[in-house]
């Protein structure tokens, strides 16, 4: 199936709003650029009058332009390997490719490989997420990542000392993307990646930390009564 790619021009600020907003309706990926970020949907998906109406809400609070093509899935996977630098997060995280030379003198290393799912690091939500999780105590600890992605917080989470990832996402290449990210890193033991919604939470555990995407916010209201039972 082929995609259609959304390239929006926006300040930074804006962005992270649209990227929101845009997953409302449909979008699972995107990719920041220096001029904004593209996000990607199934062509069958992907109606010009929902992206135009997401836009319009934002007119006039800065300098913002889209346009959108069609590309296929082939492309689409050659984009992200030409694209995808690595990354150092924090002056203590290395985020690669497996075709990226590593980087050892580092505390951490995460290898990823993106293919059609959104975690790189290289967007400011999830760096900022790797940097919020360098403070944080996961030593023992069970912790939900809802819209997972990569899965590259879940690798995370158990490089600094999760005892068990439930990590969930509701497109099933992303599922598969993160399980075997989750195995490229050596962390598929204590990293469970799982294809569904809210629902796949039903009859678990309640997790001590929970990772949530800006897709994932909707669910917390939902879920958060299961951590009293």
């Known amino acids: 199936m082929d995609y259609v790619e959304v390239r929006v021009q926006a300040p930074r600020e804006l962005s992270d709003i649209l990227v929101a907003e845009l997953a409302e309706v449909g979008y699972s990926t995107f990719e920041d650029n220096d001029e904004g970020f593209c996000a990607y949907?199934?062509?069958?998906?992907?109606?010009?009058?929902?992206?135009?109406?997401?836009?319009?809400?934002?007119?006039?609070?800065?300098?913002?332009?889209?346009?959108?093509?069609?590309i296929t899935?082939?492309?689409?996977?050659?984009?992200?390997?030409?694209?995808?630098?690595?990354?150092?997060?924090?002056?203590k995280v290395s985020v690669r490719a497996p075709f990226h030379e590593a980087r050892p003198e580092l505390e951490h290393e995460?290898?990823?490989?993106?293919r059609m799912s959104f975690?790189?690091?290289?967007?400011?939500?999830?760096?900022?997420?790797?940097?919020?999780?360098?403070?944080i105590d996961h030593q023992g600890k069970r912790v939900l990542d809802m819209g997972c992605?990569?899965?590259?917080?879940?690798?995370?989470?158990?490089?600094?000392?999760?005892?068990?990832?439930?990590?969930?996402?509701?497109?099933?290449w992303t599922a598969e993307n993160a399980a075997d990210n989750a195995a490229e890193n050596n962390v598929q033991d204590k990293v469970e990646a799982r294809l569904g919604d809210i629902t796949a939470l039903e009859g678990r555990s309640p997790s001590t930390l929970f990772w949530p995407t800006s897709t994932a916010m909707c669910c917390w209201k939902t879920w958060v009564p299961t951590l009293s039972t």
Do not use: C
Request: net charge negative; glycine share 8%; hydrophobic share 45%.
């Open 41 to 70: 949907i199934d062509e069958d998906q992907f109606s010009a009058d929902a992206v135009a109406e997401v836009m319009s809400r934002y007119e006039g609070l800065g300098e913002l332009e889209f346009s959108h093509r069609v």
């Open 73 to 91: 899935r082939q492309n689409w996977n050659a984009e992200w390997e030409k694209n995808f630098q690595p990354l150092i997060i924090a002056d």
């Open 110 to 114: 995460i290898v990823i490989m993106p």
């Open 119 to 135: 975690g790189t690091g290289h967007h400011d939500t999830t760096a900022l997420m790797i940097t919020n999780q360098l403070g």
């Open 149 to 172: 992605g990569t899965g590259i917080l879940a690798v995370m989470a158990v490089q600094l000392g999760a005892r068990y990832v439930l990590a969930v996402d509701v497109e099933p």
